[in-house]
């Protein structure tokens, strides 16, 4: 089955204990991208990349860090996490031909909470 | 960057009328518009999206149609029914560049 997949589902964490979201799609897409959602604020882009040791930043990139090392992982590095972080994050995927995205995909949402 | 605003921000219409949700971005360079479905507890799914180069896509009840001059698209939801109830969200995107910028979503209530 066509997939992206996240862990973990739902995290709990305390301020400045470095924790990372994985992601992960079987569809052979090369494009992947991370968002959070918060309440009244729909979905921001933190980070996103197009390929393999391709990355750029979003609109809302701060305290985070992303690696693309394989084509189908891309996780989220919270290095100090800070309560401001606590979000719903989704991460998504969709093909990059021609240069060009396309529909992207989501993941299931990883709901974090930073005490 | 890119801003996409979105109107309004909550909606309720009565079973079996229309729905039009309104988006409006900043960035003329922007060529690809999804709109995004979301139930409550689940991931955003693709409902119809529109390219810059079409004015109008329609799906059975749902259509999308885009004024590039003045930079608005919309989302109409016709015949609504009640599995209509969500939050919807419109994005705007560079295809080739990779950043999506979304509207902050409207919540639907479809009344029986």
């Known amino acids: 089955e066509a997939q992206v997949t996240q862990n973990p589902r739902y995290l709990i964490t305390v301020t400045g204990k470095k924790l990372t979201v994985t992601c992960s799609q079987n569809m052979n897409h090369e494009y992947m991208s991370w968002y959070r959602q918060d309440p009244g604020l729909g979905l921001r882009q933190i980070y996103y990349s197009m390929n393999v040791e391709v990355t750029d930043k979003g609109d809302v990139p701060e305290g985070y860090k992303v690696s693309r090392k394989e084509k189908r992982n891309f996780p989220l590095i919270l290095e100090s996490p800070s309560p401001n972080q606590t979000s719903l994050y989704f991460c998504?995927?969709?093909?990059?031909?021609?240069?060009?995205?396309?529909?992207?995909?989501f993941g299931p949402g990883t709901r974090l909470t930073v005490l | 960057g890119e801003n996409v605003e979105q109107h309004p921000s909550t909606l309720s219409v009565q079973e079996g009328d229309s729905a039009v949700i309104k988006c409006t971005y900043s960035d003329s360079a922007s060529n690809y518009f999804p709109w995004y479905k979301q139930e409550l507890g689940k991931r955003p799914q693709l409902i119809i999206d529109i390219r810059s180069n079409v004015g109008e896509k329609k799906d059975q009840r749902i259509a999308v149609t885009l004024n590039k001059t003045a930079k608005h698209f919309s989302l109409h939801i016709t015949e609504t029914q009640p599995e209509d109830s969500a939050v919807y969200f419109c994005a705007a995107s560079i295809r080739h560049a990779g950043k999506s910028t979304f509207g902050d979503g409207t919540t639907l209530t479809v009344k029986p």
């Open positions: 998504a995927s969709s093909l990059y031909l021609q240069g060009v995205t396309d529909t992207q995909y």
